[in-house]
């Protein structure tokens, strides 16, 4: 039963280091003691009052982080479309080429499902995803990925890798994926096209 006990607090540790809130393990464990004895230290609605300041502030956390994610990736994309090489669309999409393929056959379509190898990042550099990485190409319908990677793959042919550079507005705008991208955050990738399937 230790190692049980020792396993469920362990995740339970996760979770909140995970959300990154601030807890206090010897009022977690003296609430797990009184719980199991039967016993209630404090009243229902002074639990759920703090529960909800508690909330209050993550929300407020969370809030200031995207508006200062928005504004980095519009600064970042701002001096981005300045440099040479880099090429932008009315979307927003910046993309440079980094390697072109044989220029032969078509571009996939929106229905088409492709085989691509990709890279990314955050704009300070930090990885989020990477199939390179794993080694493993990944395979997906066009029409069932960010708008930025629909967009950007229709305009490109097998065995060219472009670098993408996507403003929050077609990438996952503010709504946070995952821990590793937070909401409103401009994203990079690297993609290369390795095979079209069509639907």
Known sequence: MDKVSYGMGLNIGKNFKQQDLEMNIDAIAAGMRDAMAGQQRLEDDVIKASAEAVRDREME???????AQSQEGVAFLAENAKREGVNSTPSGLQYEI??????????????????VHYHGTLIDGTVFDSSVERNQPAQFPLNAVIAGWTEALQLM???DKWKLYLPAEIAY????PSPKIPANSALIFEVELLDIKES
């Open 61 to 67: 956390k969370q809030r200031a982080l995207s508006d």
């Open 98 to 115: 980094i390697t072109q393929g044989s220029g032969e056959g078509e571009s996939p379509k929106v229905t088409d499902v492709v085989s």
């Open 157 to 159: 042919k097998v065995g």
């Open 173 to 176: 705008g503010a709504r946070s």
